[in-house]
T-cell receptor
């Protein structure tokens, strides 16, 4: 079974700073996908970024980028030029290729301070 | 598009009562998922459907829980009888099977409190 671990329950940074959220996972699969989802206070989960395990290049979406280390089974999220609207819970998630089940980590509560 | 619509947004009930949570997926999506979120266990997949057919219900806690999808635009999650440990936020999500892998569109959740 796959597991996803987020070791930082809470983080807090000042607006405009860069912040990195950590995620590790455990799997015996070779082909899979990794995700970061954001859950703002409104509760609705929103996909932030996605990485295919077969791709060596790290995914980037505007201010959001990942550092994917397949051998280490590590998948961190970097948020550059953080904004107040980035305040949310962030969940790392795993999905095996061909499967539809997302396995989520416990989440990191990120607060961006003005 | 209105997104995934869940109702009710909040539900407070007493132990032993029946609870029905409702979900309308995004039009055109053919996969529907029910997740439960608690502080202790995080986000857990309860059940998912493809083309209205239940595919994996291994996450359903026990027989008190049941889910149906009578058509492509509606699903229910029922708890009967409810217990205090069922208190959680229940999310419905939909996606297009064969589409962008892992891109689930979530509703705003139904917060259930069982007294």
């Amino acid at each position: 079974a796959q597991t996803v671990t987020q070791s930082q329950p809470e983080m807090s940074v000042q607006e405009a700073e860069t912040v990195t959220l950590s995620c590790t996972y455990d799997t015996s699969e070779n082909n899979y996908y990794l995700f970061w989802y954001k859950q703002p206070p409104s509760r609705q989960m929103i996909l932030v970024i996605r990485q295919e395990a077969y791709k060596q290049q790290n995914a980037t979406e505007n201010r959001f980028s990942v550092n994917f280390q397949k051998a280490a089974k590590s998948f961190s999220l970097k948020i550059s030029d953080s904004q107040l609207g980035d305040t949310a819970m962030y969940f790392c998630a795993f999905m095996a290729q061909g499967a539809q089940k997302l396995v989520f980590g416990q989440g990191t509560r990120l607060t961006i301070n003005p | 598009d209105a997104g995934v619509i869940q109702s009710p947004r909040h539900e407070v009930t007493e132990m032993g009562q029946e609870v029905t949570l409702r979900c309308k997926p995004i039009s055109g999506h053919n996969s529907l998922f029910w997740y439960r979120q608690t502080m202790m266990r995080g986000l857990e997949l309860l059940i998912y459907f493809n083309n209205n057919v239940p595919i994996d219900d291994s996450g359903m806690p026990e027989d008190r829980f049941s889910a149906k999808m009578p058509n492509a635009s509606f699903s229910t999650l029922k708890i009967q009888p409810s217990e205090p440990r069922d208190s959680a936020v229940y999310f419905c999500a939909s996606s297009l099977q064969g589409g962008f892998a892992g891109e689930l569109f979530f509703g705003e959740g139904s917060r259930l409190t069982v007294l």
